[in-house]
């Protein structure tokens, strides 16, 4: 085999010394014999790998961002998959078992395990995420400074979206003191509301106490539940509709201002 380390002699002359030798005689500049190329200083070798290892870094962080960004959107897809499908089979059979709403939802059982520890943390789980939901309808409608009819609409097309996507009973709150209290502050939410639309005249102010809100809650329910094909818009028209023709005085039942903005 042949020994092409520098060591190796020819004619007396080893081969990079012969190499550097008819350079010099030439006039040519020494060039790398790895390389090929021209001979740079130490210091502008260091700049150029300096340059070439923070390109390098730069890429590779750009990749793991990338890469932590779509782990994290596939986990959140992932959690609201479990949420939904719980609060479905949940609502359906509340002895449904974590395995099953894994396989429903369509996401391994032991990611569900390490998020939720047990039937009663997902339920909770649900619970909260639909509390949220429901504040954020509250929040939007404005129940308290927006006309009327027009934040009894939007109430209304909120909450029956939330109803459909969460079909869970908020009132299995019970077992959970914070989200008891979250719970009753809705219903004193919704209560003012209500009060204050008798106090304009859109609602029957001789009805006894709570019939309003327990027909509004019956409407909300049959119609996120039995009338799924209607989407949240026109379900809120017919759910404003039977309310005021339950409890609403005849001169509002056909009222422009329930049409929402």
């Known amino acids: 085999m042949c020994d092409l380390s520098p060591q190796n002699r020819h004619g007396g002359i080893s081969v990079a010394s012969g190499f550097a030798q008819r350079a010099r005689a030439g ?27 923070r390109r390098v870094t730069q890429v590779l962080t750009s990749v793991t961002e ?26 359906e059979d509340p002895g449904t078992s974590i395995a099953t709403i894994a396989a429903a939802a ?26 949220d939901a429901v504040d954020a ?21 909120g909450v029956i979206a939330v109803a459909r996507r969460y079909p869970i009973d908020l009132d299995q709150a019970h077992s959970d003191a914070e989200s008891c209290t979250r719970r009753l502050g809705q219903h004193d939410r919704i209560a003012a509301f209500l009060r204050r639309a008798i106090d304009e005249g859109l609602i029957r102010g001789d009805l006894p106490e709570g019939i309003a809100a327990a027909l509004l809650k019956q409407i909300v329910g049959v119609l ?38």
């Not at 990338?66 to 609502?91: C, F, H």
């Not at 369509?106 to 509390?131: N, P």
């Not at 939007?140 to 209304?156: I, S, W, Y």
């Open 27 to 53: 006039g040519a500049r020494p060039r790398s014999i790895a390389t090929g190329s021209i001979r740079q200083s130490p210091q502008r070798c260091d700049d150029y790998v300096l340059k070439r290892v």
């Open 66 to 91: 990338s890469t932590l960004k779509a782990m994290r959107a596939d986990a959140e897809r992932n959690i609201e998959a479990v949420l939904r499908t719980g609060a479905r089979l949940l609502a």
């Open 106 to 131: 369509g996401v391994d059982r032991r990611t569900v395990y390490r998020r939720f520890a047990s039937r009663e943390a997902l339920r909770d789980a649900v619970l909260h995420t639909k509390l």
């Open 137 to 157: 309808v509250l929040d939007d409608a404005r129940l308290d400074t927006a006309p009327v009819g027009v934040a009894l609409h939007r109430f209304m097309e």
């Open 224 to 261: 996120a539940r039995q009338f799924r094909d209607y989407d949240p818009v026109h379900a809120a028209d017919m759910a404003v509709d039977a309310l005021l023709r339950g409890a609403g005085h005849n001169v509002h039942r056909n009222s422009p201002q329930l049409i929402a903005a």
